[in-house]
């Protein structure tokens, strides 16, 4: 494909005073490619983890892509601002306990109700046991 995709747009930003360069836009918010967006003032989720930061509810001001060039594919990453964001919630015993019934509910079957020791598949919720005797049944 000849051209460029995503032209040089004078767009105005939530991170800076004055109009930026940008990509254009996508989904309503300003597009950066790979290194022109601040990295003092944007970060993406994981960048923000790195950092003992979470958004804090915040939805993400800008969008960056960058383009794989064997595959020839554009991924896109949501930027968050890095003053707007808040530190990590610590784990509390309230939500590591959560966390565990959430995860037991995972590996129990809905047609025996027991604890099968490994994530039943979420398609069917079944056990393999569970499975295997309804398939029998059916052929
Ligand atoms: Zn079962």
């Not at 808040?86 to 565990?100: E, F, G, N, Q, S």
């Not at 025996?112 to 398939?135: H, I, M, N």
Request: net charge positive.
């Amino acid at each position: 494909m000849a051209g460029k995709t995503f032209p040089w747009v004078l767009t105005p930003v939530p991170w800076a005073d004055g109009p930026q360069w940008t990509r254009g836009l996508h989904d309503g918010l300003p597009l950066l490619s790979y290194g022109c967006a601040p990295r003092d003032k944007l970060a993406t989720f994981r960048q923000l983890r790195a950092m003992g930061l979470r958004p804090n509810g915040n939805d993400p001001v800008a969008v960056l892509y960058v383009r794989h060039n064997s595959s020839k594919k554009v991924s896109f990453a949501s930027l968050y601002l890095i003053e707007t964001a808040a530190p990590v919630r610590p784990m509390t015993p309230a939500k590591w306990t959560a966390l565990a019934k959430a995860n037991l509910a995972r590996r129990i079957c809905v047609d025996c109700g027991r604890d099968r020791l490994y994530v039943v598949p979420t398609s069917t919720r079944q056990c393999w046991t569970c499975l295997e005797a309804e398939s029998a049944e059916a052929a």
